[in-house]
């Protein structure tokens, strides 16, 4: 027999409050982190980045959970982790005055390794490496894609020039957010292709030694950019609480060996190699050890967290509500141009759509609307004046007021 309707109308309502309790929980333990981070003050813009793009999430989601779904979705369970220890083989990474960031780095995985194994023993913890070898950066990327991992977390070192007193922690998710700003420890980290013997193939004509590389390197978008900022600042707030390190924030920049990982990633320096403080705590191993602990920490947090609020689609509403992907529409011709000639050229995530008589040139996709307008004013600062944003579901093009009513800014 069925429910009367008003008893159907108070079920979807408490559907509804559940839900947006869930998410302000959420929203608020990653609010918590990101505010301790704001001691750094470089965090503020992309927390408040992030904090926009949580609540409209929240505010879409809570509008789509009206409909109860038609099976009980299953819980979702982190159960892969690659731990990706930068460097190694005849990498050395950066040099301290009597350490390698190799062997540094390959002891901190293997001790986040061993913590995550000891506590989450379901969990399958994978090393790209676990001895001192050298392996490509793509090679990484494709170790946790093929394993299908969760979550890939990549540790190492910093440097900065000659002996100096900076000090402290940085972990990094890829992205556009003051790319110019971190463009050193970008370049130095991307330079390890140099060691490999056919690198203009695997990497698509990557230039480590180039700027424009690298700000066009830094336009790939995560699809998982608020998950990595969920462990990255949780990360950065466990180095100052708990390892009582000095933190020096969330940052984003572009790093090959995150580009094509496909899962949430973040990147660590650990601390300076050119900084006698930083250099004596790296390579004792308490200090390698307290670093390992206070990731691990991170990460736990992290999985609790995820896992109490994540809810996996189950295929029917995957099928119901398709997914929208944003692009930046450059301009429309009324015949084909050439897309290795000017202006073009160098752009590799621009694409040619067919559509009536005219062919569009189109830049994505971007999973929101926000990462859409950022990228978009840096190709208008490019010179495609008028470039403007357009949604597509699968093949169709749709209004952008269908699928988000959050406003351009
Ligand atoms: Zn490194």
Same mark, same amino acid.
């Given at each position: 027999m069925k429910p009367p309707l008003q008893n159907v109308s108070i079920f979807c309502i408490k559907q509804e409050m559940l839900s947006l309790y869930i998410k302000l929980i959420l929203n608020i333990s990653m609010l918590r982190a990101m505010y301790l981070n704001f001691q750094n003050k470089t965090a503020m813009p992309i927390a408040l980045c992030l904090l926009f793009t949580l609540l409209t999430?929240?505010?879409?989601?809570?509008?789509?959970?009206?409909?109860?779904?038609?099976?009980?979705?299953?819980?979702?369970?982190?159960?892969?982790?690659?731990?990706?220890?930068?460097?190694?083989?005849?990498?050395?990474?950066?040099?301290?005055?009597?350490?390698?960031?190799?062997?540094?780095?390959?002891?901190?995985?293997?001790?986040?390794?061993?913590?995550?194994?000891?506590?989450?023993?379901?969990?399958?913890v994978i090393y790209t490496r676990d001895k001192d070898v050298f392996i490509p950066l793509h090679e990484r990327a494709k170790i946790a894609n093929r394993a299908g991992a969760d979550l890939f977390i990549s540790i190492h070192c910093n440097y900065i020039g000659k002996r100096n007193k900076a000090t402290g922690t940085e972990t990094y998710i890829m992205g556009l957010h003051r790319a110019q700003d971190n463009l050193e420890v970008a370049k130095r980290e991307n330079s390890a292709i140099l060691l490999e013997d056919d690198y203009t193939a695997n990497y698509d004509g990557y230039d480590p030694e180039s700027n424009e590389g690298h700000i066009i390197l830094s336009m790939y978008q995560n699809a998982h950019l608020e998950q990595s900022a969920a462990?990255?600042?949780?990360?950065?707030?466990?180095?100052?609480?708990?390892?009582?390190?000095?933190?020096?924030?969330?940052?984003? =920049?572009?790093?090959? $060996?995150?580009?094509? &990982? @496909?899962?949430?990633?973040? #990147?660590?320096? /650990? %601390?300076?190699?050119?900084?006698?403080?930083?250099?004596?705590?790296?390579?004792?191993?308490?200090?390698?050890?307290?670093?390992?602990?206070?990731?691990?920490?991170?990460?736990?947090?992290?999985?609790?967290?995820?896992?109490?609020?994540?809810?996996?689609?189950?295929? =029917?509403?995957?099928? $119901?509500?398709?997914? &929208? @992907?944003?692009?930046?529409? #450059?301009?429309? /011709? %009324?015949?084909?141009?050439?897309?290795?000639?000017?202006?073009?050229?160098?752009?590799?995530?621009?694409?040619?759509?067919?559509?009536?008589?005219?062919?569009?040139y189109l830049a994505g996709p971007f999973e929101s609307l926000h990462t859409a307008n950022v990228a978009r004013k840096k190709f208008d600062g490019d010179g495609f004046n008028g470039a403007f944003i357009v949604a597509y579901q699968g093949e169709k093009r749709v209004r952008i007021e269908e699928v988000t009513s959050s406003a351009l800014n």
């Open positions: 999430t929240s505010l879409e989601s809570t509008v789509q959970d009206l409909d109860p779904p038609a099976h009980a979705a299953p819980p979702y369970a982190l159960s892969t982790v690659v731990i990706d220890a930068g460097h190694g083989g005849k990498d050395p990474g950066c040099l301290g005055s009597h350490v390698q960031e190799k062997d540094i780095a390959l002891k901190i995985a293997l001790s986040l390794g061993n913590k995550i194994k000891i506590a989450f023993p379901s969990i399958n462990l990255a600042y949780a990360i950065e707030e466990k180095m100052t609480h708990k390892v009582e390190r000095k933190s020096r924030g969330v940052k984003q =920049a572009g790093f090959l $060996v995150l580009r094509n &990982t @496909a899962m949430p990633s973040v #990147l660590i320096e /650990t %601390g300076f190699l050119s900084t006698d403080d930083d250099e004596d705590f790296l390579s004792s191993s308490s200090g390698q050890e307290s670093i390992a602990e206070g990731i691990f920490q991170a990460f736990a947090a992290y999985k609790e967290d995820l896992e109490l609020h994540t809810v996996v689609e189950s295929p =029917a509403q995957q099928t $119901v509500e398709p997914k &929208t @992907a944003f692009f930046i529409q #450059l301009a429309a /011709t %009324g015949h084909e141009l050439d897309l290795n000639s000017d202006p073009w050229r160098g752009y590799e995530n621009v694409r040619v759509k067919q559509e009536n008589d005219y062919y569009k």
